[in-house]
Structure formats: structure tokens, C-alpha cells
């Protein structure tokens, strides 16, 4: 079955640190992982979109990293923001015929001033 | 631009009770797609379309049905609510599959079943 699991469950950090979130899922065949930001109340917002042959993207202080041979992925936020405070969710999506998407339970991070 | 949108926002149902969750979406896409989200779990598909006319069944699709008579829009229906069927209700859409697109959501539908 696939799965995607994130770590950790809950982070606390102060304004203008950076931080390191992790994703490890068991999908396959492996098509792209997505990061999300969903703020409290709102939807999720697409961070970036990674395919097997990047290990790398970036959007302004977001950068995710990808490594398909561990079947890891990281989130690191550069110069944290009051606004960073959200759940960051990662989303691992198959090769099969409609292409299914796996979503971790995500990642609560709060922004401490 | 709007996106995508929801409505209701908020709904309070009595068991045994029935409704209809409206998404449209203004993009043009051809696909869309309804997922819950449940405290501690990750998003669920309920259902999913991959074009006008067309619907299909997700991970969850139970006590729930589709329509997708226009291209722009997405109803969700629960013929005959239930408790576990309170969650916050989520609507997609993506320009073409899953696969490679980016999936845009709405703001939610947060629905309680007494």
C-alpha cells in the first residue's frame, strides 16, 4: 500500500530561523512529490512539484529536495515568517493509469515572534 | 481570479439528511476532484472527474455521488448524511491528470452531521 509519512508531527520555531521538514513515502512506480502549504481554515497551496529527475526546487524561501533512491524528501524554510505558520503537506504521486495521490498527514509548523 | 470555489462554507445537517456541495471553478480545467479531511489522516479522494460528463470513484466514495453535467462545475451529494461523514470537504481541479499538474483547491466546506 502506498504511503507517505512526515516527520515531525509538530514544530515550534522562532521568527526568522530556519527549519527542516521531512517526508519518506513507499509509493510506486514513483511519478512526482509535491509540497503544500495549507494555512488554518484554507485550502492547500502547491509549494513546488518535484519529478524523479530533479532533486532540487526552490520558491523564494522554500527549497525542496528530493532523493528518489531513498524515496526521501525535505522542505527547508530559509528566514521564517509569522506567515510560515501553517501545515505543510507532502503529497507523493503514482505512475498508474489516473495517476493517484498520496497525501501525508502534514507537518504543523508554528512561527513564534 | 477566483479559482476555485466552494459553497456552502459551513453546514450543520441532522442525521438522515441530504445535501449538495457545490464547486466551480473558473480555470477551464479538465479535471476536478472531491477529497475530506479528517483530524490526524491525510486528504482523501471521495470522487473525481476527468472531464464533462464523466465521474468516478476514489479511496472513499461511499454514501456519497457525483455530477458533472458542466465543465466549470463539481457537485458533491449526500443522499442520506451520516456522523462519519462529519469533515472538512475539499474540491480540486487540475488542468489535465494528476500527473504532472498541479492541483488547485478550494477553501473548504466544513460540515457537521448531528
Not at chain 2, 463539481?74 to 462519519?84: D, I, K, R, V
Request: charged residues 15%; contains cysteine; positive net charge.
Amino acid at each position: 500500500k502506498n504511503q507517505v509519512e512526515q516527520s515531525p508531527q509538530s514544530l515550534i520555531i522562532l521568527e526568522g530561523k530556519n527549519c527542516t521538514l521531512q517526508c519518506n513515502y513507499t509509493v510506486s512506480p514513483f511519478s512526482n512529490l509535491r509540497w503544500y502549504k495549507q494555512d488554518t481554515g484554507r485550502g492547500p497551496v502547491s509549494l513546488t512539484i518535484m519529478t524523479f529527475s530533479e532533486n532540487t526546487k526552490s520558491n523564494g524561501r522554500y527549497t525542496a529536495t528530493l532523493d528518489a533512491d531513498t524515496k526521501q524528501s525535505s522542505l527547508h524554510i530559509t528566514a521564517s515568517q509569522l506567515s510560515d505558520s501553517a501545515s505543510y503537506i507532502c503529497v507523493v504521486t503514482d505512475y498508474s493509469g489516473y495517476s493517484t495521490l498520496t497525501f501525508g498527514k502534514g507537518t504543523m509548523l508554528l512561527v513564534s515572534p | 481570479n477566483a479559482g476555485v470555489t466552494q459553497t456552502p462554507k459551513f453546514r450543520v445537517l441532522k442525521t438522515g439528511q441530504s445535501m449538495t456541495l457545490l464547486c466551480a471553478q473558473d480555470m477551464n480545467h479538465e479535471y476536478m476532484y472531491w477529497y475530506r479531511q479528517d483530524p490526524g489522516m491525510g486528504l482523501r479522494l471521495i470522487h473525481y472527474s476527468v472531464g464533462e460528463g464523466t465521474t468516478a470513484k476514489g479511496e472513499v466514495p461511499d454514501g456519497y455521488n457525483v455530477s458533472r453535467l458542466k465543465k466549470q462545475n463539481f457537485l458533491l451529494g449526500l443522499e442520506s448524511a451520516a456522523p462519519s461523514q462529519t469533515s472538512v470537504y475539499f474540491c480540486a481541479s487540475s488542468l489535465r491528470g494528476a500527473r504532472n499538474q498541479p492541483q488547485h483547491f478550494g477553501d473548504g466546506t466544513r460540515l457537521s452531521i448531528l
